[in-house]
């Protein structure tokens, strides 16, 4: 976290020494384009704890890289400083392959097999935020310009339902020969929690005309989210099935339902390129 913050000031650093000592001037008038609305498609990286999403094992995931959809609509104040605000939406598809189930048939080797399912959805962030940007001119002509932007607003954050469904190996019988089937389950449900959120970015712009311009960002959100009683169910049934009668009895259906208290620390890297258009 420390040295994500450190680089993405280095570089602004280095970024705004230019544009000083260029003697470039910035070609937007104080009068003139004051608002603006812009559009950008990202890739959205998960770092730190925010790799993984650990809800008690075998319900935990990994989590992928995601995208990003964003709205920014911004007003400028002068000729270098403004006002924006910004909607985004990004969705994070779960991966169990190497921590949910996986972890649950590594756990009992020879029990489950292939047999672990684990059914899920994507976990999807929106965010509503609102804070200041200052342009840095760093062409004479100023069609290349630096726009440095913090921000701070609130995160939405929704984990989808997760079921674990582990069968035990076939095979299995008892002393009078009939199979015994025994199935395990693991259910947490769709949960939902927001808290406050925080982002510093950096784009370069390069100005088609005077109204249009496209670019690239680099950006770095955070925050801290807390999910509290989320109900987290467990059921076991063992069944006996005579092969020759093709009978089935329940031996056993046991199942508890707990309440636990996930918490997610959202960090993500955020990589894109988008459009702004000037009026």
């Not at 962030?125 to 001119?137: E, K, R, V």
């Not at 913090?150 to 989808?160: E, F, N, S, V, Y």
């Not at 009978?247 to 960090?267: D, F, G, H, M, R």
Request: charged share 15%.
């Amino acid at each position: 976290m420390k040295h994500i913050i450190l680089s993405f000031f280095t570089v602004l650093g280095v970024f705004t020494s230019e544009s000083i000592f260029s003697q470039d001037v910035n070609r937007f008038s104080s009068d003139e384009n004051k608002f603006f609305i812009g559009f950008q498609l990202s890739g959205a990286f998960p770092v730190e704890s925010f790799t993984n999403l650990n809800i008690g094992s075998p319900c935990n995931s990994s989590i992928n890289t995601g995208s990003v959809y964003e709205l920014t609509l911004g007003y400028r104040i002068n000729a270098h400083l403004g006002g924006a605000l910004l909607l985004s939406e990004a969705p994070y598809e779960l991966d169990p392959a190497s921590v949910g189930a996986a972890q649950l048939i590594s756990g009992h080797p020879g029990l489950y097999q292939s047999a672990a399912v684990f059914k899920s959805g994507q976990l999807i962030a929106q965010s509503a935020m609102i804070g200041a940007f200052y342009d840095l001119p760093i062409s004479k002509n100023g069609k290349i310009f630096l726009k440095p932007k913090l921000l701070l607003g609130i995160i939405g954050c929704t984990i989808p339902e997760i079921e674990v469904v582990g069968q035990h190996s076939p095979g299995a019988s008892d002393k009078s020969g009939n199979s015994i089937d025994t199935v395990e389950t693991w259910d947490m449900p769709k949960i939902y929690a927001y808290s406050i959120s925080y982002r510093i970015e950096a784009a370069m712009y390069y100005a088609l005309n005077k109204r249009f311009d496209v670019f690239v960002n680099l950006a770095f959100q955070g925050s801290s989210l807390s999910f509290a009683n989320v109900p987290f169910t467990y059921n076991l049934t063992v069944n006996s099935t005579n092969n020759n009668a093709g009978t089935s009895t329940a031996l056993t259906n046991n199942s508890y339902v707990k309440e636990i208290n996930p918490s997610v620390s959202y960090q993500a890297i955020i990589v894109g390129l988008g459009c702004e258009i000037r009026f």
